[in-house]
């Protein structure tokens, strides 16, 4: 939990963003691929690898939540790994005040 307030301090946290893909907008979110630099940039990890287990970690104890399709399937157990070190991979804090606009559907719900 000491490394989930590190990762949302407003100073030198991950940034949340506003992030559009397939016609909808995310926002307060972030990329796979921004957790895993930021890991590396604050020394919590040695390398990626590392990062892709300890995201996957933060990802199964509810800290990190996956957004759009992408990082729910991967979070679904249809990828590798649970959490996708990729720009395109779209993950959010679950108390950020997430939200996304333009399309969407009943199955947007928060994974427990």
Not at 63 to 78: R, V
């Amino acid at each position: 939990s000491a490394l989930y307030l590190s990762m949302k301090d407003p100073e030198k946290g991950i940034k949340e963003l506003k992030l559009e893909k397939d016609k909808r907008v995310f926002n307060h979110c972030f990329t796979g691929t921004c957790v895993i630099d930021w890991l590396v940039s604050s020394n919590s990890i040695r390398n990626r690898k590392e990062g892709l287990l300890l995201a996957s970690s933060l990802l199964s104890e509810g800290y990190l939540q996956p957004a759009g399709d992408t990082s729910k399937a991967a979070a679904e157990g249809l990828s590798d790994t649970p959490f996708l070190d990729l720009s395109d991979a779209y993950y959010y804090f679950p108390d950020s005040g997430f939200f996304c606009e333009g399309y969407s559907s009943d199955d947007d719900v928060v994974l427990k």
